[in-house]
């Protein structure tokens, strides 16, 4: 696949999902009060982000962007939203937190969309 598109897509869930990261693991002591939601878990959640973001990067850069590696894309960003959800019904987060939470679980779920729709308008190739 090569729509610019695309790229741009997984060049912008790169960029956040690195931000996010990057602010989870560095404000994660500052965070985890105001939310309620365990250190650890926004600690290892921004350190999944990182190689995500690579991966991200990677893909957004191939000459040919492999149909197959955006469908994981958008398969793994849809179980990031499932977590998401998850992770309000087993954890007592603050308001804050179901903010914290929702938000950036809409924007993974943004994400996937435009993925999709980038997907659906690129035509395949037998």
Do not use: C
Not at 1 to 30: E, H, K, P, T, W
Not at 42 to 61: E, H, K, N, S
Not at 103 to 108: D, H, I, P, S, Y
Not at 110 to 126: D, N, S, Y
């Amino acid at each position: 696949m090569n729509s610019q598109f695309l790229r741009r897509v997984l060049l912008a869930d790169g960029a956040v999902s690195g931000a996010a990261g990057v602010i989870m693991i560095i404000g994660g002591s500052f965070l985890a009060p105001l939310t309620q939601l365990p250190q650890d878990l926004l600690t290892y959640a921004g350190m999944a982000l990182l190689p995500w973001m690579v991966t991200l990067f990677a893909l957004a850069r191939m000459a040919k962007v492999p149909r197959a590696g955006v469908h994981w894309v958008v398969a793994i960003n849809a179980l990031w939203v499932a977590g998401s959800i998850a992770v309000l019904f087993l954890t007592a987060p603050t308001l804050f937190g179901y903010a914290f939470v929702i938000a950036q679980a809409v924007a993974v779920g943004l994400f996937a969309e435009l993925q999709i729709i980038a997907l659906k308008r690129e035509p395949r190739v037998a």
